[in-house]
C-alpha cells in the first residue's frame, strides 16, 4: 500500500523549511519589539465564530470551509482564517478588562477548500497579528510600520503598500445605497456570484476576479468620496503618519477586502516580483467586531501574512543556508568507534553539532559520506591516535590537516 498526502497540502522539510523557521523567528522578534504577544488559538472552532464574522455570502463561508459535525452532532469548522479565533479568545477571557491596547501575533496553519492551483493549498499558513482597544490612526501607522519592516527584514524587496478607508457604520450606508444603485443599471454584466449578492453585500462586487465584473465597476463610485468626516479625518491622519514614518503608499479607492468586518483602514501588501493580484500580506480595522462577539465595542486593527507566498519568493530571491554540520568522526577499529560515540555525546552538550559513523566502512567510505553531508571537518581516530591521545583533523574546504591533543579539542573546536 502506498499513501499519498490529500490534494492541496505540501510537506515542507529541509532546505526549504529553514526558511520557514527563519521567517518565523523573524516575526517574533520584530513583533516583540512592538508589544505583540503570542496567541495561540485552537485550530477548530464552532462554525458559528466564523460563519458570523467573515460575513454568511463570501466564497470562504458559501464554498470553502472544512466543516464537519463532530460525534456530538455539533457544527465544527477547521480555521479558514486567524482574526475570528483571536477576537472570539478575547472575548471569551474579558481581556478587554486588561490595559489598552491589548497586542497579540499568531502562526499557524489554516483550511480552506479551495481548487488546489499554483501557490494556493488547502492548508496554507499565515502569520498574524491584531491589535485591540484603540482607534488612534497612529496605532494603524505603527501596525503597517510593523508590518514593513517585517517583510524587509526577512528580505523582501519592492513592497508596494495599498491603501483604502472603506467608512465606518454611519457613512457605509450611504455609499452602498448609491453602489447598489449603480450596479442595478449594470446587473447584465455580471457574473452570477455577484448577481445573487450585490444588494447584500455591494461592496464584494468591487472585489470579484472576473474579469467582466472587474470591467463593469470601473466606473463605479468610489468610497472614499462618501466618508463622513471623522473618517476622512482617521484616513488623513494615518496617511501622514504613514509618510513621517517613511512607508510608502499608494491610495487605492476600490480596495474593500473580501470579509464582512472591516471598517475604516484597509491595507494590502504586493512585492514587485509577485505580480499585482498577489497580495503577500493584507488586513485592516474591525471595529465592531469585539461588539459582535458579544464584547464591549473595541476598535481593532490587524493583518495577515501568507506564508506560503513569502517563502516561495524568498526561495526564489536567494540560496537557502541549512545550518552547517561541524564535523564528521572517521573511525578505524571498534576502540576507536566506541571513543567516538562518547565524544559525540559530550561535543553535543556543549553545543557542537557532530556525527559519526556507525556502520564500520572503509575510511574512503566515511570521507565519501562526510562530503556528502557537507561537514566542515573530518576527524579522524584509530589505534594510533588512540596510542597517542591525539586526534587527526582535515579541514574538507581546502584539505589542511593536523592533528590536535585530546584534552585541547574542545578548545580547538570553539577556535574554528
Ligand atoms: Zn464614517
Ligand atoms: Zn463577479
Redesign the pocket.
Known amino acids: 500500500m502506498k499513501y499519498r498526502a490529500p490534494k492541496g497540502v505540501q510537506d515542507i522539510f529541509p532546505p526549504e523549511v529553514y526558511v520557514w523557521q527563519e521567517v518565523e523567528k523573524k516575526a517574533k522578534e520584530v513583533f516583540s519589539v512592538y508589544g505583540y504577544s503570542e496567541v495561540r488559538t485552537p485550530i477548530i472552532e464552532f462554525t458559528e465564530v466564523f460563519t458570523r464574522s467573515i460575513g454568511e455570502d463570501t466564497d470562504i463561508v458559501e464554498k470553502e470551509m472544512y466543516t464537519f459535525s463532530d460525534r456530538a452532532g455539533r457544527s465544527i469548522t477547521l480555521r479558514p482564517e486567524g482574526t475570528a479565533s483571536v477576537v472570539r479568545a478575547y472575548v471569551q477571557h474579558h481581556l478587554y478588562n486588561l490595559p489598552s491596547p491589548q497586542k497579540f501575533f499568531y502562526l499557524g496553519p489554516m483550511f480552506r477548500y479551495e481548487r488546489p492551483q499554483k501557490g494556493r493549498y488547502r492548508q496554507f499558513h499565515q502569520i498574524g497579528a491584531e491589535c485591540f482597544g484603540e482607534d488612534d490612526p497612529r496605532v494603524d501607522a505603527e501596525l503597517i510600520e510593523m508590518l514593513k519592516r517585517f517583510l524587509e527584514e526577512v528580505g523582501l524587496s519592492g513592497l508596494n503598500f495599498e491603501l483604502n478607508s472603506i467608512?465606518?457604520r454611519?457613512?457605509?450606508p450611504e455609499y452602498r445605497d448609491v453602489l447598489i444603485g449603480f450596479l442595478a443599471e449594470r446587473v447584465e454584466h455580471l457574473c452570477n456570484d455577484c448577481i445573487r449578492r450585490y444588494r447584500r453585500n455591494p461592496l464584494r462586487v468591487l472585489d470579484c476576479k472576473l474579469e467582466g465584473c472587474r470591467k463593469t465597476t470601473e466606473s463605479a463610485p468610489q468610497i472614499p468620496d462618501y466618508?463622513?468626516t471623522?473618517?476622512k479625518e482617521h484616513f488623513g491622519a494615518l496617511q501622514q503618519y504613514l509618510q513621517r514614518l517613511n512607508v510608502s503608499y499608494t491610495v487605492n479607492p476600490r480596495m474593500v477586502r473580501g470579509l464582512d468586518y472591516y471598517t475604516r483602514t484597509t491595507f494590502e501588501v504586493t512585492s514587485e516580483s509577485l505580480g499585482a493580484q498577489n497580495a503577500v500580506a493584507a488586513g485592516g480595522r474591525y471595529d465592531g467586531l469585539v461588539e459582535e462577539f458579544g464584547g464591549p465595542s473595541t476598535p481593532a486593527i490587524g493583518f495577515a501574512v501568507g506564508m506560503e507566498r513569502l517563502t516561495t519568493l524568498l526561495m526564489e530571491q536567494r540560496e537557502i543556508q541549512p545550518p552547517g554540520l561541524l564535523g564528521f568522526f572517521a573511525t578505524m577499529g571498534e576502540e576507536a568507534e566506541e571513543k567516538a560515540f562518547f565524544l559525540v555525546s559530550e561535543l553535543r552538550k556543549k553545543g557542537f553539532w557532530v556525527e559519526m559513523d556507525y556502520r564500520g566502512k572503509s575510511l574512503k567510505s566515511q570521507f565519501r559520506k562526510a562530503d556528502r553531508l557537507g561537514s566542515r571537518y573530518v576527524f579522524i581516530i584509530g589505534e594510533d591516535e588512540i596510542q597517542k591521545g591525539v586526534i587527526k583533523y582535515k579541514r574538507m574546504s581546502d584539505g589542511a590537516q593536523g592533528e590536535v591533543p585530546e584534552e585541547e579539542f574542545i578548545n580547538f573546536l570553539t577556535s574554528v
Do not use: D, H, S, V
Open positions: 467608512g465606518c454611519k457613512c457605509r466618508l463622513c471623522e473618517c
